[in-house]
RNA sequence: GGGCCUGUAGCUUAGUCAGGUAGAGCGAUGGACUCUUAAUCCAUCGGCCGCGGGUUCGAACCCCGUCAGGCCCGCCA
């Protein structure tokens, strides 16, 4: 069973009506590691549907919580933001300045500023949750049960938190974060409580107020957390490992959500996605691969195989380069499979029929809608890299397609792949074993591989080159003279020539390629390969 | 210190919850197509399932131990 049916499984077993809860906290650009978090969640609701239950995917914003540092993409002047809610800071403009005309004008915070890019490529990749900012919730009240049952009980909460976490909170440590006069989170010690006010001083002896209906403040994580799986209503939410280990707080917050009296979500644990030879992932470091630029090289369905194949447990390692070709035509393989006709065969172990279904399954996640089907395109990522490399205008592309066989007419999803393509292969992260290059001057090395034949038709080639016309037909056309007048295989010239042009054994169809490039240069790369051997 | 996750073919992995001959894909090798769109098709090779013990008629799977990697017990997807 797919890792998503399990868990619509289970909440079968909960109910009808299912809430699944993502979370983000908004404090830098989001990156490919936060589209698990969101894809998850909507696999998730996507299979509780197809088992009948009434699911919602939403998505909790959460912008009640501080800036934690200067990150190196901020100008030093949010130093004195530091503590302050996302929520409630002016964004960042293009020199990392606090952009105060926009916060003021049209309430643009720094939570928005990096929300938004990632809200626009969830839209792309299928995926559009109800949106709940935290920071809203606070100042509607939405805590305040919660907030008065932990204020009312510090004690209880405290013993919890110790218990389960097996750390020892501060004497003074209280389960409330005043915001102090200026809107920091920072630095407050509580010094009374009487509903709904939390009396505080702050480090230079300055004293005042938090009512804690009212949101001038928050829940500590751990408290936070859970108070929200209750006002939220959630039954579902995945997580990733940080949250999930013993002592964590989901551990805790099982607990807690007890104490507030609601029951706690069904868990899911996660696991971090890093990228290949680079670590995991973090915004800070600027060691990311955002959402964005990871659609602009591959399409939607293809990131969404990424989660949908993976157990949520196993660690993914993001490859920009062959990674992505081999996860794309993964996908192609996937789509152009009958699964249908493959498990009507009686005879499959358990074992394979496992497989099977989950793979269909992973196709089925991977659609950017829930009743799309897949549909292959019959031309594989490998290919369509080639032929964008040697044939400038998409048209010549459709129509060696079409002579091939391939394909009978373009169509919408191949046109856009073909965008996708070309800006790969435009990028840093198109990886070297995939482009087409032809040789500057002769590679000694294969050349020195050849045979006797081989090496013969050498000089051959270059003069059938030299008196060539400089197209396609022509260049096949040379070739084909001169393996002629040698008496020489087609396979023995074309041997020689991956040889003389691009230093292999093998490659992709020269003639096309030669054709693109410079007459005289790749004449004279062959009458310098003709002189050296 | 306490805990969680991971370890299966060269690589990516399925299978571990419900024990019953270890399955894929990529790569590699060989072949076919009167020869090349790195294509396609066919075949082959490749596994002390991290290691040691235990339970069992039978263990990749359950139990105990151990090694290695990652992570958590302030904050983080």
């Not at 909960?14 to 978090?37: K, M, Q, W, Y």
């Not at 060696?400 to 391939?406: F, H, K, R, V, Y």
């Given at each position: 069973?797919?890792?998503?049916?399990?868990?619509?499984?289970?909440?079968?077993?909960?109910?009808?009506?299912?809430?699944?809860?993502?979370g983000?906290?908004?404090?830098?650009e989001?990156h490919?590691?936060?589209?698990?978090?969101?894809?998850?969640?909507d696999?998730?609701?996507?299979?509780?549907?197809?088992?009948g239950?009434?699911?919602?995917l939403?998505?909790?914003?959460?912008?009640?919580?501080?800036?934690?540092?200067?990150?190196?993409?901020?100008d030093?002047?949010?130093?004195?933001?530091?503590?302050?809610?996302?929520?409630?800071?002016?964004?960042p403009?293009?020199?990392g300045k606090?952009d105060?005309r926009?916060?003021?004008?049209?309430?643009?915070?720094?939570?928005?500023?990096?929300?938004q890019?990632?809200?626009?490529?969830?839209?792309?990749i299928?995926?559009?949750?109800r949106?709940?900012?935290?920071?809203?919730?606070?100042?509607?009240?939405?805590?305040?049960?919660?907030?008065?049952k932990?204020?009312?009980?510090?004690?209880?909460?405290?013993?919890i938190?110790?218990?389960?976490?097996?750390?020892?909170l501060p004497?003074n440590?209280?389960?409330w974060?005043?915001?102090?006069?200026?809107?920091?989170?920072?630095?407050?010690d509580?010094?009374?409580?009487?509903?709904?006010?939390v009396?505080?001083?702050?480090?230079d002896?300055?004293?005042?107020?938090?009512?804690?209906?009212?949101?001038?403040?928050?829940l500590?994580?751990?408290?936070?957390?859970p108070a929200?799986?209750?006002?939220?209503?959630?039954?579902?939410?995945?997580?990733?490992?940080?949250?999930g280990?013993?002592?964590?707080s989901?551990?805790?917050g099982?607990?807690?959500?007890?104490f507030?009296?609601h029951?706690?979500?069904?868990?899911?644990?996660?696991?971090?996605?890093?990228l290949r030879g680079?670590?995991?992932?973090?915004?800070?470091?600027?060691?990311t691969?955002?959402p964005i630029e990871?659609?602009?090289l591959v399409?939607?369905?293809?990131?969404?195989l990424?989660?949908?194949?993976s157990?949520?447990?196993?660690?993914?390692e993001?490859?920009?380069?062959?990674?992505?070709?081999?996860?794309a035509d993964?996908?192609?393989?996937?789509?152009?499979?009958?699964?249908d006709?493959?498990?009507?065969n009686?005879?499959?172990?358990?074992?394979?029929?496992?497989?099977i279904?989950?793979?269909?399954?992973?196709?089925?996640?991977s659609?950017?809608?829930?009743?799309?089907?897949?549909?292959?395109t019959?031309?594989?990522?490998r290919?369509?890299?080639?032929l964008?490399q040697?044939k400038?205008?998409?048209?010549?592309?459709?129509?060696s397609l079409?002579?091939?066989?391939?394909?009978?007419?373009?169509?919408?999803v191949?046109?856009?792949?073909?965008?996708?393509?070309?800006a790969?292969?435009d990028?840093e992260?198109f990886?070297?074993?995939?482009?087409?290059m032809?040789?500057?001057?002769?590679?000694?090395a294969?050349?020195g591989?050849?045979?006797e034949?081989?090496?013969?038709?050498?000089?051959?080639?270059a003069?059938?080159?030299?008196?060539?016309?400089?197209?396609a037909?022509g260049?096949?056309l040379?070739?084909?003279?001169?393996?002629?007048?040698a008496?020489?295989p087609?396979?023995?010239?074309?041997?020689?020539?991956?040889?003389?042009?691009?230093?292999?054994?093998?490659?992709?169809?020269?003639?096309?390629i030669?054709?693109?490039?410079?007459?005289?240069?790749?004449?004279n790369l062959?009458?310098s390969?003709?002189?050296?051997?």
């Amino acid at each position: 069973m797919h890792w998503s049916d399990v868990i619509a499984q289970r909440l079968t077993e909960r109910g009808n009506d299912h809430i699944i809860a993502t979370g983000i906290t908004p404090s830098g650009e989001f990156h490919i590691g936060h589209l698990r978090e969101i894809l998850t969640g909507d696999m998730i609701a996507r299979a509780a549907r197809r088992s009948g239950l009434n699911a919602e995917l939403v998505f909790v914003v959460d912008n009640a919580d501080p800036l934690r540092k200067v990150y190196p993409f901020l100008d030093k002047s949010y130093e004195d933001f530091i503590g302050h809610q996302l929520g409630s800071i002016p964004a960042p403009d293009k020199d990392g300045k606090p952009d105060w005309r926009r916060f003021e004008e049209e309430g643009w915070s720094y939570g928005d500023h990096f929300l938004q890019p990632f809200l626009e490529a969830l839209k792309q990749i299928g995926v559009e949750p109800r949106l709940i900012p935290n920071l809203t919730s606070y100042r509607e009240g939405k805590f305040a049960d919660s907030a008065k049952k932990a204020c009312d009980n510090p004690d209880a909460i405290r013993e919890i938190i110790e218990r389960v976490s097996g750390r020892e909170l501060p004497s003074n440590w209280f389960p409330w974060q005043p915001l102090d006069s200026k809107g920091s989170l920072d630095g407050l010690d509580v010094t009374g409580y009487n509903y709904p006010m939390v009396t505080w001083t702050d480090k230079d002896g300055n004293t005042g107020e938090s009512n804690i209906s009212k949101g001038e403040g928050k829940l500590p994580w751990r408290l936070d957390w859970p108070a929200k799986w209750g006002f939220n209503h959630i039954t579902c939410e995945p997580f990733g490992k940080d949250h999930g280990a013993a002592g964590g707080s989901y551990a805790t917050g099982v607990e807690i959500a007890a104490f507030f009296g609601h029951e706690p979500p069904q868990s899911l644990v996660y696991e971090w996605i890093s990228l290949r030879g680079k670590g995991a992932m973090s915004s800070s470091s600027g060691n990311t691969v955002g959402p964005i630029e990871a659609l602009r090289l591959v399409p939607p369905e293809i990131l969404r195989l990424l989660i949908a194949n993976s157990k949520p447990n196993k660690a993914i390692e993001f490859d920009t380069g062959m990674g992505l070709v081999n996860l794309a035509d993964q996908y192609e393989r996937l789509a152009s499979r009958n699964f249908d006709e493959e498990l009507s065969n009686d005879s499959l172990s358990r074992r394979q029929r496992v497989q099977i279904e989950d793979a269909q399954a992973a196709l089925r996640l991977s659609m950017t809608t829930s009743t799309q089907e897949a549909k292959a395109t019959s031309v594989s990522f490998r290919h369509l890299a080639l032929l964008a490399q040697i044939k400038p205008k998409d048209e010549d592309i459709w129509s060696s397609l079409i002579e091939s066989g391939a394909i009978t007419n373009p169509n919408s999803v191949l046109s856009d792949r073909l965008e996708r393509m070309r800006a790969w292969i435009d990028s840093e992260h198109f990886p070297e074993e995939m482009r087409i290059m032809i040789l500057n001057e002769p590679d000694a090395a294969s050349l020195g591989e050849l045979d006797e034949e081989q090496r013969n038709l050498i000089p051959i080639i270059a003069g059938e080159l030299q008196n060539a016309q400089w197209t396609a037909e022509g260049i096949s056309l040379a070739f084909k003279n001169a393996a002629n007048s040698a008496d020489a295989p087609m396979r023995s010239m074309y041997r020689a020539c991956y040889a003389m042009f691009m230093g292999s054994e093998r490659g992709p169809r020269l003639a096309p390629i030669l054709a693109n490039c410079i007459r005289d240069e790749v004449c004279n790369l062959a009458q310098s390969c003709a002189d050296s051997v």
